[in-house]
């Protein structure tokens, strides 16, 4: 009996890993899918762009001979008038000039057509390549999710998680909290230093072919913008990575990591913070750091999406045993009910952080009222 059964959890097991592998396999060929949309996608606008370039040339170099075409016209009208005045070479010279105008006119004309009717194919391709993209990024998370849950430690998870209501939905918070910020900071490369490296390359290209058409003032321009995007992409990669994870945090502790965060915010004028610290400061154990630094970023960045504040109280207190955290904030608040029914999902992770942490939390608030979070995490007996 117990080989059967160490028999079927084998097979289980050997299924589990076909279906990774698969799962693993379409996530590698949808992910080439969506680069090469997304050169397809490059390569189009940079097209599209050069179409939407010329086809002002065109619209200008068609008024041009319309102007031209008048002027030809008029004097044409004069020469029928005063024939008489102008000799038979005039004559015929003024027809074929005038022929010739209204011959380019119309070639200039046709061309402005054809550029339009392509440039609004290359807009229609673009706008489809940019669903097919979405698509396929949001097909990647979806496999991201799946693959999460079948090679995770679930057997170990469940135990940990047996004694808490609703263990498994946390499991999928967690495995969809991480998927969502591989798209946001997915979504800010490609927002920002991708898009910008992407513009570098074409001013590169354009002071390239301005240097080998020996206009090298104009091209000086150029390198000078060229340099001031690169210094601009490389701010916005180091705020990325701050983001991540904050140099300081690991350098200088938790309370220097802290006072600039605290200072980013304080910079933006949204409202104002009171950050406080009591007791002895002390460095403590950098998974400690790191989740503390969290809940208070997560509780900050809570009152500036939801709470309309005008001022905010951050306050650090070290103990012998233990660390108190308290946030308090003046804005429209909520009722507690909205708590117990899940809908702040934020506030629900940083008590599902503390819990990790043996720790305990407390949420005080009411509409109109403001917010107050009091935190009480044990510090440990031996600090590394």
Known sequence: MEEQQNKAIQELNEVIQSAIRTMEQSKAQIFEIAES????????KRELDMVVEEVKLVIETYDQYERKYKLMRMRLSEVSKNFHLYSEKDIRDAYEET???LIDLRLTSERERYLRKRRDELSIRLKNLERTIAKAESLMSQIGVVLGYLQGDIARMTLELESAKDGHLFGLRIIEAQEEERKRVAREIHDGPAQSMANVVLRAELADRMMSQGNIEQAKVELRDLKSLVRSSLSDVRRIIYDLRPMALDDLGLVPALRRFIEAYGDSKEF??????FGLEERLPSSMEVAIYRLVQESINNISKHAKAKHVTVHLEFKPLKILI???DDGIGFAEAELKKGSRFGLMGMRERVKL???EIQIISAPNQG???LIEIPLPLEKS
């Open 99 to 101: 022929n010739q105008i």
């Open 37 to 44: 949309a997304k050169m397809e996608g490059y390569n189009l």
């Open 272 to 277: 104002e913070i009171d950050f406080r610290i």
């Open 371 to 373: 917010t107050k979070i």
């Open 357 to 359: 942490l043996d720790g």
């Open 326 to 328: 308290k946030i308090v």
